[in-house]
């Protein structure tokens, strides 16, 4: 069968190579065509275009940019119709995909979606075009399943792909990395950013300024695969700062704490069971719309998911210099550091365990058949 699918940004790259390699196992004549990242184009099948081309941020770049982004949807609905997939799977960047679910399902095209909208978050009224467009959803998060019951939609649970991807990655040798790296004997402090530079931007400096107040440790930036070195360097300067590139995993699995920008990380973080604090600030403009249209009471994934108060989160203003010193201290308390840990054991338990891709690709192909 044909399937096409649509990804973006470097986490829905890396689910929909999971998915990708999945649905193969389950169909292994599956044409693919996509758009996505380096990861799928790895697993095989035609890349249409790069997540690079399209990764705005923020309700302020998006207006920026709405002329090309209204070329590349109508340029998607050529393609996908030239294409005549059996079924249309669509990852996370509601945005996009759902312009084009609503689309596809006018023109009789199956559509599958996998990783559900933020609908809980904020506008819930897009449950209705959801239900309307889209024939079957594939949820990661325990309490979405709950929330579109509500509205009369049965969705599947199928877990979450980031303990997959994480128990199938292959182990490194601590003592090698630290070599290969020039890390020394140092605990390791990790700064995860982001992948998109206005959020790097605001908030890498404020990272960076705490090196010298923690010299007895090692930070370590983990670059995003979207970005280029010579963009980093610009805020390390001389910094004692290490970057590391695309390699976000291994060094989470050697660190002893990190800053995170929310977001997927936040959670990846936590499945490695490295303590620490939450961060993210935007635009002022879009920043006070979020505000006004997002109704929940925390911003990371782990914290939504236990339902309380995990991981700190310093949003906005409260991303300051010495809240973020305060904050960093105290995950390297040892009483708040188990706490942690214990924790986060708790939240890898209501994640469902492992098995997220392959369910969904079965379903999907099921699915497909079916019609």
């Not at 695969?225 to 004692?240: A, C, L, R, V």
Request: with cysteine; aromatic share 10%; proline share 2%.
């Amino acid at each position: 069968m044909k399937y096409y699918i649509l990804a973006g940004e470097a986490s829905g790259d890396l689910h929909g190579a999971n998915l990708m390699k999945a649905l193969l196992k389950e169909d292994p004549k599956a044409e693919i065509r996509f758009w996505g990242g380096d990861l799928m184009q790895e697993v095989g099948g035609t890349l249409v275009k790069h997540y690079k081309e399209r990764a705005f941020m923020g309700f302020v770049e998006v207006l920026m940019n709405l002329r090309k982004i209204l070329g590349m949807i109508s340029f998607c609905k050529r393609d996908i119709a030239k294409f005549k997939p059996d079924v249309l799977v669509l990852i996370d960047n509601s945005g996009f995909n759902l312009r084009i679910a609503k689309w596809a399902k006018q023109e009789g095209i199956r559509t599958n979606y996998y990783i559900s909208p933020q609908v809980w978050a904020s506008r819930a009224g897009r449950v209705k075009d959801i239900k309307r467009d889209v024939d079957e959803m594939f949820v990661i998060l325990p309490f979405e399943k709950e929330f579109y019951k509500k509205y009369d939609y049965d969705v599947n649970f199928v877990g979450h792909p980031l303990i997959d991807g994480i128990a199938g990655r292959k182990q490194i040798d601590e003592e090698s990395f630290r070599e290969e790296y020039n890390l020394g004997d140092k605990e390791i402090i990790a700064l995860l950013p982001g992948s998109r530079k206005q959020e790097i931007t605001k908030m890498l400096p404020v990272m960076l300024s705490l090196v010298e107040e923690f010299s007895e440790y090692q930070f370590v930036v983990g670059g995003a695969p979207s970005q280029t070195k010579e963009f980093y360097q610009t805020f390390i300067g001389n910094k004692n700062v290490k970057l590391i590139s695309n390699k976000t995993y291994d060094l989470l699995s050697v660190s002893h704490a990190a800053l995170v920008g929310s977001g997927t990380a936040t959670l990846e973080t936590a499945l490695f069971k490295v303590p620490q604090v939450v961060c993210y600030k935007g635009s002022n403009i879009s920043y006070q719309i979020a505000k006004r249209i997002i109704t929940l009471e925390y911003i990371s994934l782990v914290n939504l998911i236990m339902d309380k108060e995990v991981v700190k989160e310093l949003i906005q203003n409260d991303f300051t210099k010495e809240n973020l010193k305060t904050e960093l201290e105290s995950i390297l308390n040892q009483k708040k550091r188990e706490e942690l840990f214990l924790s986060y054991f708790d939240l890898e338990q209501k994640l469902g365990g492992k098995g997220a891709s392959g369910k969904t690709a079965k379903l999907i192909v099921e699915g497909a058949n079916k019609k």
